[in-house]
């Protein structure tokens, strides 16, 4: 005996369509749902980009015309300016016209004297000591051909150390120079005259084998001022006391005869206008 078909009852058919419906709504709506958060998503980042770029504001030509320490067409910082210091604003510079005369010692008034009376002028000119006198040198320069109305900006005497004997640095100090006037002849009573001004500046410290400088504007100029035909100088040591051994503690430089041999004889270097 055969079973009957198996068919669903009339009532749940309904139920079943309307149970589809509602997954299918239900999808729908969440699909929709979905969609929108996403959209939202989407726009929130791109407005969220948009809004974060940076934008370098361009800065108003006041605040440039304020600024000067800016470059308008750049908009980048200056370089700080150079500002000259006092001593280069108040450096007064050499005048056009300034000349220079170059003066060579009068043979027979260079030399040195001893304070034992003797003394040579065909020779170097010798300062130091031994054991029996104490020598000092002396120089003398004619201004005959600068006027006594000449506005003196420089005057420097050159002298070459060339040869030293012993240890006169060590006795002796250093070596000064005098101002004074001892005529138109060099003799034993030059050692002893009185100067005019002593120890106008020190000529030299050391025994390098050099040129020592000294300058001397100011003697110079009171000798023009004072009708001077000559600017005359003494140089010695600070102590000057006899001893040491026979060959003496002595430094040589060169005269105007060259008897050293090293072609360097003194000089005053005169610029004025």
């Given at each position: 005996m055969e079973s009957p078909p198996f068919t669903i009852p009339p009532q749940q058919i309904p139920q079943q369509q309307n149970s589809r419906k509602s997954n299918v709504n239900k999808l729908l709506i969440i699909t929709v749902v979905f969609l929108f958060v996403v959209g939202i998503s989407v726009a929130s980042y791109f407005l969220g980009a948009k809004s974060g770029k940076s934008v370098t504001p361009t800065p108003t030509p006041q605040l440039l015309l304020t600024n000067p320490s800016y470059d308008i067409a750049t908009n980048t910082p200056l370089p700080t300016p150079t500002v000259a210091t006092d001593s280069a604003r108040t450096k007064t510079p050499t005048p056009a016209n300034t000349r220079t005369k170059i003066l060579s010692t009068v043979s027979h008034l260079d030399g040195y004297r001893l304070s034992n009376e003797e003394g040579d002028h065909r020779t170097e000119i010798k300062v130091g000591r031994d054991n029996k006198s104490v020598a000092r040198g002396f120089l003398t320069f004619e201004l005959g051909s600068i006027s006594q109305q000449a506005n003196i900006q420089e005057a420097v005497i050159r002298l070459y150390q060339a040869e030293i004997i012993g240890n006169p640095y060590s006795v002796g100090g250093s070596i000064k120079v005098d101002h004074l006037t001892y005529g138109d002849s060099l003799d034993s009573s030059d050692y002893v005259m009185p100067a005019l001004v002593s120890n106008?500046?020190?000529?030299?410290?050391?025994?390098?084998?050099?040129?020592?400088?000294?300058?001397?504007?100011g003697y110079v100029k009171d000798d023009l001022a004072n009708a001077r035909s000559t600017s005359q100088f003494r140089i010695h040591f600070t102590k000057e006391v006899t001893g040491g051994e026979k060959s003496g503690d002595f430094v040589f430089f060169e005269a105007y005869e060259d008897t050293l041999k090293s072609g360097n004889t003194p000089k005053l270097i005169v610029k004025y206008n």
């Open positions: 106008i500046a020190t000529l030299s410290t050391n025994t390098i084998l050099d040129w020592k400088e000294v300058d001397v504007a």
